[in-house]
C-alpha cells in the first residue's frame, strides 16, 4: 500500500461502520477510495442525481437537505452519506451541500456492496435511514442484556392464586392457607352485575393479618372473613414489568400483590418472589429506612445508596427504573423523619401534606441532588396558633435530609421556607397567578413546582393540587408559550458543526454538564407538551407516552425524544456510578474524551433530536405578549 492509502486506511478505521471491519478489509476499501475536493456551498448531489458511491467525509462539513429543502441533517468529519441513495435504486434522495471547504472519500458501489454481504455490523449501521432508528438501536443495545428489570411480572409468579368466597369464615381460610401452604389468600365475591365477567376480587387477607387481627384480639374463629380482610387492596396488571412490581411494593411498603389479568387474579407476588428471583438491594434499604429509629441511624444508613445505585446499574437496569428507585428511597427518608418529627412534636394540630418537588416527584431522582420540598396545610391554618409547629417539623425534616446526604436546597426550595408553607386555597391561588401572569420568577417557579408529589398525610391533596394546575394550564395558551419560551434556556450541548460545546468557566470547565444541557432541558420540553394535552403524568417518559397518544408531534418524533432521553440519562448514571467506583464524589459533569465512541456518536443524535424538539416548541407554542393576546381577544369579541 502506499502512504496515501495507509493513511486513508487510518482514518476510516476511528469511524462507524469501519471500525468494526477486520484491518485487511478496510485496506482493500483504501486501496479503492476516490477523493474530491469541494469548496463551500457546492452541491455534491442533487435530488434525482444517480449515485454509484458511499460518500464520507474526509474534512469539512456537509448538510443534507430533503426534497423540500429543509435541512436534514447537518454532518461533519468521519460522517458518511449516501447510503440511501444506494439502497434506493441508485437515486439521490436526499440533497447534499458542502457547508465550508469540505474534502470527500467515494467509496465505489461493489466495495459498498460487498460489505454489506458479508458484515451484519456494517449493513445494520448503513440499512438504518436516519438518526432516529440509530438512536432506538442504540437505546436497545443497552437493554438487550437487562433480564430482571425487562421481565414481565407474571416471570416472577412461582404459583397460581388460592382464593375463597366471601361467606368463608377465618377458620376455613386459615385451614385453606395450611393446606395450600400459602402466606396470603384472595377474598372473591360474586358478579353484581353483567359487565362483571366471573368473580371479582374484594379483599386479601395473610399470615400477618390472622396474627395481628384475629389471634392477638382473641376473635371468634367463626367469624367471617370479610371482617379481617384487606379490602380494595393495591394490584398490579399482569402486562406490568418486575421492577414495577418491586416499586409498588416499596412505595406502598407491601408483601403481598394481587396480580390480575383483565380483573382475573393470575397470582399474587410476595416479598419472597422477588427476592427469590433477584435480590434487589433497594427493597432491603426501604425496609431499613423504616425500621430506623433516629436520625443519627438514617444518616448511617444514607451511606449505602452509593452502593445500591452501582448495583442497579451492574444490573442493567434502565434510567426509569434507577430514576424510580431512588426517588423511593428518597421518599422514604421523608416519611421516617416525618413520623421521627410527629413523635418529637406531637400530633399536627391540623392535617397536612408533605410536598416533594423537582426529580423525584417525577421519579427521576439520582445522586448529587439537593432537596425541594414544601407543605400544603389544611384551609383552617392559623399562622398564630399553628405556625410554630409546622415551622419545627419543616427544620427538623430538612435538617434530617441533609445528614442523609440531600443538600439544602441553595434556591430556597423547601418547607423551611415560610414562602413555601401555603394553606390548600394559597396554593391554587398561587399557582393561578403563576399561569394567568407568568413573568419570569413565576415561570422558574413552574418548572419546579408543577412537578409535585404527596408524600406523608393527606396526599390526596397533592393529586387534587396537580389536577388543578393540568386544568388550568390547558386552557392557557398564553401560559404555554411563556412556558415553552422559558424551556429554551436550556440548549443541548451541540455546536454548529454538531461538535460538543463545553463550559468555558468555573469549576467544570472543559466539560458537559449532562443534567442542565441534557436531560432537565427534556424534562422542560415534556412538561409543556404534558401540560398541554392534559397529562396528569408527573414523569417525563409517561407525559411524553400521553403526548404521542394526544397525537400532536410530527410522525416518530414523541418516540425519538423517549430514545434521546434514555440514552442521555443512561451516560449520565453509568458516569456517575464510575466515579464512586473511582472514590469520586459523583456529578453531572463529563468529560468528551472519557466518553466511548459508542456514547459520543449517540449523544450527539441524542442532543440533535432534543434540539429538534425545541425547534418545534416555538412552533407549537408561539410566544405572545399579554397586550398582544389582549389585544386580539378584543378583535375576536368584535367579530362576534
Known amino acids: 500500500m502506499e502512504s496515501e492509502q495507509i493513511e486513508i486506511a487510518s482514518f476510516l478505521a476511528q469511524y462507524p461502520p469501519f471500525n468494526e471491519l477486520p484491518e485487511d478489509v478496510i485496506n482493500r476499501v483504501?486501496?479503492?477510495?476516490?477523493?474530491?475536493?469541494?469548496?463551500?456551498?457546492?452541491?455534491i448531489y442533487k435530488f434525482g442525481d444517480v449515485i454509484h458511491d458511499l460518500?464520507?467525509?474526509?474534512?469539512?462539513?456537509?448538510?443534507?437537505?430533503?426534497?423540500?429543502?429543509?435541512?436534514?441533517?447537518?454532518?461533519?468529519e468521519g460522517d458518511l452519506f449516501g447510503q440511501l441513495g444506494l439502497l434506493m435504486g441508485n437515486k439521490i434522495r436526499l440533497p447534499s451541500r458542502t457547508l465550508e471547504d469540505s474534502l470527500i472519500y467515494f467509496i465505489p458501489e461493489f466495495i459498498f456492496t460487498e460489505l454489506c454481504e458479508k458484515f451484519e455490523a456494517f449493513s445494520d449501521f448503513v440499512e438504518v435511514d436516519d438518526n432516529r432508528s440509530r438512536l432506538s438501536n442504540a437505546v436497545t443495545q443497552q437493554k438487550e442484556s437487562n433480564e430482571l428489570m425487562i421481565s414481565k411480572v407474571t416471570a416472577l409468579i412461582s404459583r397460581g392464586p388460592v382464593c375463597m368466597e366471601t361467606d368463608a369464615t377465618v377458620r376455613q381460610v386459615a385451614q385453606k392457607m395450611s393446606e395450600e401452604c400459602v402466606s396470603s389468600l384472595l377474598v372473591m365475591r360474586q358478579p353484581q352485575n353483567e359487565d362483571e365477567?366471573?368473580?371479582q376480587l374484594a379483599g386479601i387477607i395473610t399470615d400477618r393479618d390472622l396474627r395481628n387481627r384475629v389471634v392477638a384480639t382473641g376473635l371468634d374463629l367463626d367469624t367471617p372473613v370479610t371482617e379481617v380482610m384487606s379490602d380494595q387492596p393495591t394490584t398490579l396488571d399482569d402486562d406490568a414489568y418486575a421492577f414495577e412490581a418491586m416499586l409498588t411494593m416499596l412505595r406502598y411498603n407491601l408483601h403481598h400483590l394481587p396480580i390480575l389479568d383483565n380483573g382475573t387474579p393470575v397470582g399474587v407476588l410476595a416479598t419472597s418472589d422477588?427476592?427469590?428471583?433477584?435480590?434487589?438491594?433497594?427493597?432491603?434499604?426501604?425496609?431499613?429506612?423504616?425500621?430506623?429509629?433516629?436520625?443519627?441511624e438514617l444518616a448511617q444508613l444514607s451511606k449505602d445508596i452509593p452502593a445500591c445505585f452501582v448495583r442497579m446499574v451492574h444490573e442493567d437496569a434502565n434510567s426509569h427504573m434507577i430514576g424510580s428507585a431512588m426517588s423511593v428511597i428518597g421518599r422514604s427518608f421523608k416519611q421516617r423523619l416525618l413520623e421521627l418529627a410527629e413523635e418529637s412534636l406531637g400530633p399536627p394540630p391540623v392535617p397536612y401534606c408533605f410536598l416533594a418537588l423537582g426529580s423525584m416527584a417525577r421519579d427521576e431522582q439520582l445522586l448529587a441532588t439537593d432537596q425541594d420540598n414544601a407543605l400544603i396545610?389544611?384551609?383552617r391554618y392559623n399562622k398564630e396558633l399553628h405556625g410554630g409547629y409546622?415551622?419545627?417539623?419543616?427544620?427538623?425534616?430538612?435538617?434530617?435530609?441533609?445528614?442523609?446526604?440531600?443538600?439544602?436546597?441553595?434556591?430556597?426550595?423547601?418547607?423551611t421556607n415560610p414562602r413555601w408553607r401555603k394553606t390548600r386555597?394559597?396554593?391554587?391561588?398561587?399557582?393561578?397567578?403563576?399561569?394567568?401572569?407568568?413573568?419570569?420568577e413565576a415561570l422558574l417557579n413552574s418548572s419546579i413546582f408543577?412537578?409535585?408529589?404527596g408524600v406523608w398525610g393527606k396526599t390526596e391533596w397533592a393529586e387534587q393540587l396537580n389536577t388543578f394546575i393540568v386544568r388550568k394550564a390547558k386552557r392557557s395558551p398564553h401560559f404555554l408559550g411563556c412556558l415553552a419560551r422559558n424551556a429554551l434556556s436550556r440548549t443541548p450541548p451541540l455546536g454548529f458543526f454538531k461538535d460538543f460545546v463545553m463550559e468555558q468557566d468555573g469549576q467544570h470547565r472543559n466539560s458537559m454538564n449532562l443534567k442542565r444541557r441534557g436531560t432537565a432541558p427534556t424534562a422542560d420540553l415534556a412538561r409543556v407538551h404534558g401540560l398541554a394535552v392534559g397529562s396528569k403524568a408527573q414523569n417525563s417518559f409517561e407525559r411524553l407516552d400521553d403526548v404521542i397518544k394526544a397525537d400532536i408531534l410530527p410522525k416518530n418524533r414523541g418516540r425519538d425524544m423517549k430514545d434521546a432521553l434514555e440514552f442521555i440519562s443512561m451516560v449520565r448514571i453509568r458516569h456517575q456510578a464510575l466515579d464512586i467506583e473511582a472514590g469520586r464524589k459523583p456529578d453531572n459533569n463529563i468529560e468528551p474524551e472519557n466518553l466511548t465512541d459508542f456514547e459520543r456518536r449517540n449523544l450527539k443524535e441524542a442532543f440533535q433530536v432534543l434540539s429538534n424538539g425545541q425547534r418545534f416548541l416555538k412552533f407549537r407554542y408561539p410566544y405572545t405578549t399579554k397586550s398582544s393576546k389582549s389585544s386580539s381577544q378584543k378583535k375576536s369579541s368584535k367579530k362576534k
Open 30 to 43: 483504501a486501496c479503492q477510495v476516490e477523493i474530491s475536493y469541494y469548496r463551500a456551498n457546492s452541491d
Open 55 to 76: 460518500c464520507v467525509i474526509r474534512s469539512g462539513a456537509v448538510e443534507v437537505y430533503r426534497r423540500d429543502g429543509n435541512l436534514y441533517n447537518r454532518l461533519s
Open 197 to 199: 365477567n366471573g368473580p
Open 274 to 296: 422477588i427476592i427469590r428471583y433477584e435480590s434487589q438491594s433497594s427493597l432491603y434499604m426501604v425496609s431499613n429506612i423504616l425500621r430506623r429509629q433516629s436520625v443519627d
Open 377 to 379: 396545610l389544611d384551609n
Open 390 to 415: 409546622f415551622e419545627a417539623l419543616a427544620q427538623f425534616v430538612s435538617d434530617g435530609l441533609d445528614a442523609c446526604g440531600y443538600r439544602y436546597c441553595s434556591g430556597g426550595i423547601m418547607a
Open 425 to 440: 386555597v394559597e396554593w391554587e391561588q398561587c399557582f393561578d397567578q403563576w399561569i394567568e401572569e407568568p413573568d419570569p
Open 450 to 453: 408543577f412537578d409535585l408529589d
